[in-house]
């Protein structure tokens, strides 16, 4: 759109003027003049004789415009320069001076005004935030508020613009309202939960506060009432009369073993006399003071839940014939009765406690769980909660095995710190990564088995050298750096036995490399499954602990593979 203040694209001739088309009721005539200035006719000039008829001229535009517009090319950047305003422009806009436009040649009067009101809007909406779009507005029209005469010579006597954000601005502009909007309900919401939870709190220090008072109170009752079994037996009753019958089952069986317990001793009493008297220690005139002065009375006492009473010094023939290992004074009187000869009288002997190891092996399970082992991690996964199978039902074995599980991929993590394994052991579970690299698991190994190591045997007397089963399944992408590494581990002092099995293709130079001593390298077999390898790396593993556990409980340190139907000793290779 266009507006033309110069009605004719050529000089033509003053009689002619009345042909334009459309030609406005108000017009000025402008006459070029050689080496001079330009000529306007104007209303109080118009018609005079001396101006010609057939002179050369141009016919300006004098009347008022009125446009609206869209400023859509110009960039109205806002103060950040990240976002930009919209701006709709009403201007009003008439010729002051038609020389000065024929002078200009200004054929577009919308160029003229509209290259000047965008500049001083765009210079405006500079100073303000992109949310600030209504005080921009407001500067804008101050500035703009007033007749402005341009050198091209038109006046704009009217100009009003709206400014507001454009559709990226203002969706920005609605995500910050609605940020704020959660923001304060945010707030709202957590003075609400924090009141409710203060008020819990209030409330459940309250019902502590009655719990504790009434604990006080029953163990203040509690301290008054002799705890026999009697007694606690009326008091569960009190509380719970509904279980009445299994309180007096109860109740008859615990009768029914002091009456066991009274006719025991009776009879080690019996016996014992009886072993006096067929040795010459005392006669049958004695039996009164002896019943009365050494074997003392049959009291309750001494039955189940008595204590035995400490002997003195004096009386190197009184014996306690529930003596334990387990009793305080067990020490002392056993070498009194070692001192009358192997001689027991009645009942059954106690069991003697199980002899302590010999010795203790730290055992580190070093498992490949990068992506090659992705179709045998599940066997991998089974096989740790085989051998947590395996130790918990062998406690001996257990208690003689300390074991750490490693896995390696891109690094190495312990999934389970050296322990005695039992029921309560958590089983770790096993998840691929990306990468195979040997270095970092070594030079854990590395970092863990010493420290580890001093560690035990500060705690055991006798600490057997560590042993390392190292599976290795992929292709490790650093195999010119972890040599170095595990040749460092294998010149420590607490170096350990490594112990390798590849499974796998290509698996034989890699074991190889890996073990401390060549009879320890085990491979799959030619064009074994995967799975079932892990399977059989499983058995291998379970067979070898029990050996070295059995092994340590007898002192000793056996290291013995026995490869399962799928494994085979890389041995053959040489």
Not at 251 to 276: G, N, P, S, W
């Amino acid at each position: 759109m266009t507006v033309s203040l110069i009605l004719n694209e050529r000089v033509i001739s003053r009689s002619r003027v009345g042909e334009l088309p459309n030609l406005p009721p108000s017009v000025s005539i402008v006459y070029p003049v050689e080496g001079g200035p330009f000529e306007v006719e104007t209303v109080r000039t118009f018609g005079q004789r001396w101006f010609g008829k057939n002179r050369p001229c141009y016919v300006v535009d004098l009347s008022d415009h009125r446009r609206q517009a869209s400023v859509s090319k110009t960039p109205l950047t806002c103060k950040d320069g990240g976002h930009r305003f919209h701006a709709t422009i009403d201007i009003g806009f008439r010729v002051h001076d038609p020389a000065m436009v024929v002078a200009r040649n200004v054929r577009d009067a919308l160029t003229v005004v509209y290259g000047y009101l965008t500049d001083r809007v765009r210079l405006q909406a500079a100073r303000f935030a992109i949310t600030e779009a209504m005080a921009a507005q407001l500067a804008v029209n101050q500035e703009l508020d007033r007749e402005i005469r341009l050198p091209e010579g038109i006046t704009i006597y009217y100009c009003k613009v709206q400014v507001e954000p454009d559709e990226a601005a203002a969706r920005h502009i609605q995500e910050l309202e609605e940020a704020r909007r959660r923001a304060k309900l945010g707030v709202h919401t957590h003075e609400a939960r924090r009141s409710e939870t203060y008020s819990d709190e209030d409330i459940e220090d309250i019902r502590a506060a009655g719990r504790r008072r009434r604990q006080a109170e029953e163990r203040a009752v509690l301290e008054s009432t002799r705890l026999d079994f009697d007694n606690l037996i009326r008091e569960h009753l009190v509380r719970h009369p509904e279980e009445t019958v299994h309180a007096l089952e109860l109740l008859a069986r615990v009768r029914e073993a002091e009456a066991t317990q009274h006719e025991i001793r009776d009879q080690r009493h019996a016996e014992m006399v009886k072993y006096l008297i067929e040795q010459g220690v005392v006669r049958e005139v004695d039996l009164p003071g002896l019943r009365k002065g050494v074997l003392g009375p049959s009291t309750p006492g001494t039955g189940v839940g008595g204590v035995l009473e400490r002997p003195d010094a004096g009386q190197a023939a009184s014996f306690s014939s529930g003596a334990t290992p387990g009793d305080p004074y067990y020490a002392a009187s056993a070498p009194a009765a070692a001192q009358g000869g192997p001689v027991q009288w009645g009942g059954s002997t106690p069991a003697p406690a199980v002899a302590p190891t010999s010795g203790l092996v730290p055992v580190y399970v070093v498992l490949d769980t990068s992506q090659a082992a992705a179709d045998c991690v599940t066997d991998l996964g089974n096989a740790l909660r085989s051998v947590q199978t395996l130790l918990a039902n062998s406690p001996d074995v257990a208690a003689a095995v300390r074991l750490s599980v490693i896995t390696y991929a891109d690094g190495a993590d312990v999934v389970l710190p050296l322990t005695e394994v039992s029921w309560r052991t958590g089983v770790p579970g096993l998840n691929t990564s990306p990468g195979c690299r040997y270095r970092p698991v070594l030079r854990r190994l590395l970092d863990l088995v010493p420290l580890e190591t001093e560690r035990l045997k500060e705690q055991v007397p006798r600490v057997l050298r560590p042993v390392v089963f190292f599976l290795a399944v992929g292709q490790a992408e650093d195999d010119t750096e972890w040599p170095s590494v595990h040749a460092e581990l294998l010149a420590h002092k607490y170096f350990p036995h490594v112990v390798a099995c590849g499974i796998g293709a290509d698996r034989v130079r890699v074991v190889q490399r890996l073990v401390s001593r060549p009879e320890l390298g085990v491979v799959a077999v030619e064009g074994a499954d995967l799975a079932q390898s892990a399977v059989q790396f499983s058995v291998l593993l379970q067979q070898t602990l029990l050996h070295l556990g059995r092994s340590a409980i007898a002192g000793g340190m056996e290291l013995r593979l026995d490869c399962p139907q799928g494994l085979r000793p890389v041995t053959q290779e040489q």
